[in-house]
Structure formats: C-alpha cells, structure tokens
C-alpha cells in the first residue's frame, strides 16, 4: 500500500538570483547627463531592522512623458564573450534591476515619470516564498490638498496616515530621494497582492 504523497513547500526566492540578474549600470535608468536625473535611494531591512545585504529590486516606471513602452534591447553585449557589459547609456527604458550592498543600500538614477506619481519596485530576499511588490511615490508629484492628505490616487487614499507614510519617499534635496523597505515589523512597508 502507497501513502499519498504530501506537496512540498515553495522554495525562497533567493539569495542564489545574485549570481545571474544584476547587470552592469542595471541602476541607472536614466540616460547619462541627463538634466533631469533624480536618484532614488534606501535600504532594505528585515523584521528585526536589521540590513538585508543580498536582497535585489526590480523598478519599472513610465518615461517622463507617461509613455509605458520604453526602449527594449539597451543593454550591450560583449561580441567576443557575450558578456553584459552595460546599458547604452542613451536610451530610457523604465527599467532598472539592482542588488542591495553588504549594508543593504540600493540605489537608482532615474527619470520622474509622467502620468503616475511612484516607481513600481519587486522586492527579491531571502526568506520570501513569493517576491513581493510595492510602489515608491515621489511627493513631489502627488497632489496634496492639506498637506498630507493626497487626493486622487486610489492606492494612497484607501490608506491610513501610517501606513501611507511607508509608501512615500522622503525628499533630502530637490533631486534625491530616501526610501526603506521594511519587509516586516514596525514600520512594515505597505506591499500590494496581484492575483
């Protein structure tokens, strides 16, 4: 007599993508000289607050004109080894794939889109069953009515203050920007579910 076979649980998602996906310049999605380039930038942390070193974000965003298409094929091979060996440098394509640093940091230079307020990130660490999805708005561009309260984004409005705190950058100077994602805890960054 056979006993049923029981399923297996899902493996994490990492930290073994390190050694495949990041890619030279993977964090600079804006093209180079751009006047307009503003850097995003933050750590990753777990529920004890501590740095999550190997963790690894993808951002997708619309061009500045709100435009969704981007520029597909930016990155350049080496014609000899086939190595990546970087983006063009030119060319914006709303995409941008980074690893956190030993002490968890990430960054992008990007472009501020148009047509919607936020970077859209995937969060890829060790420990998560399912990469997790979340948005980085920039307050620059959001409507704030009285000063905290934005109107217009469905996302932002169905919040309480608290929680619509973990989805905002914080401005350190007109052209940079500070965001941590905590993936659990006090302070749990807010993380949307697509089905």
Same mark, same amino acid.
């Given at each position: 007599m056979s006993l049923p @076979?029981?399923?297996?649980?899902?493996? #994490?998602? %990492?930290?073994f993508y390190g050694?495949? @996906?990041?890619?030279? %310049? !993977? %964090?600079?999605?804006?093209?180079?000289?751009?006047?307009? #380039? =503003? #850097? $995003?930038h933050g750590l990753v942390l777990d529920g004890q607050g501590a740095p999550v070193p190997d963790a690894?974000?993808?951002?997708?965003?619309?061009?500045?004109? %709100?435009? +969704?298409? !981007?520029h597909p094929g930016t990155l350049r091979r080496d014609p000899v080894t086939g190595r990546v060996t970087g983006r063009d440098g030119v060319r914006f394509t709303g995409f941008g +794939? =980074?690893?956190?640093?030993?002490? !968890?940091?990430?960054a992008v230079r990007t472009l501020r889109p148009g047509g919607?307020?936020?970077?859209c990130v995937a969060v890829f660490a060790r420990g *998560? $069953?399912?990469h997790l999805f979340t948005r =980085?708005? @920039?307050?620059?561009?959001?409507d704030l009515p009285d000063g905290d309260t934005p109107g217009g984004d469905p996302l932002l409005d169905s919040l309480d203050a608290g929680r619509r705190a973990? *989805? =905002?950058?914080?401005?350190?100077?007109?052209?940079t920007y500070r965001f941590d994602i905590r993936l659990q805890g006090d302070g749990e960054t807010v993380f949307l579910e697509f089905s």
């Amino acid at each position: 007599m056979s006993l049923p @076979l029981a399923p297996t649980p899902s493996q #994490t998602v %990492g930290p073994f993508y390190g050694y495949a @996906l990041p890619f030279a %310049g !993977g %964090g600079e999605i804006a093209p180079a000289g751009h006047p307009g #380039t =503003v #850097t $995003v930038h933050g750590l990753v942390l777990d529920g004890q607050g501590a740095p999550v070193p190997d963790a690894l974000l993808e951002i997708w965003q619309p061009a500045p004109d %709100g435009s +969704r298409s !981007g520029h597909p094929g930016t990155l350049r091979r080496d014609p000899v080894t086939g190595r990546v060996t970087g983006r063009d440098g030119v060319r914006f394509t709303g995409f941008g +794939r =980074v690893p956190t640093d030993a002490d !968890g940091h990430w960054a992008v230079r990007t472009l501020r889109p148009g047509g919607a307020p936020y970077l859209c990130v995937a969060v890829f660490a060790r420990g *998560l $069953v399912h990469h997790l999805f979340t948005r =980085v708005y @920039l307050p620059d561009l959001l409507d704030l009515p009285d000063g905290d309260t934005p109107g217009g984004d469905p996302l932002l409005d169905s919040l309480d203050a608290g929680r619509r705190a973990t *989805l =905002v950058a914080t401005p350190t100077d007109p052209r940079t920007y500070r965001f941590d994602i905590r993936l659990q805890g006090d302070g749990e960054t807010v993380f949307l579910e697509f089905s």
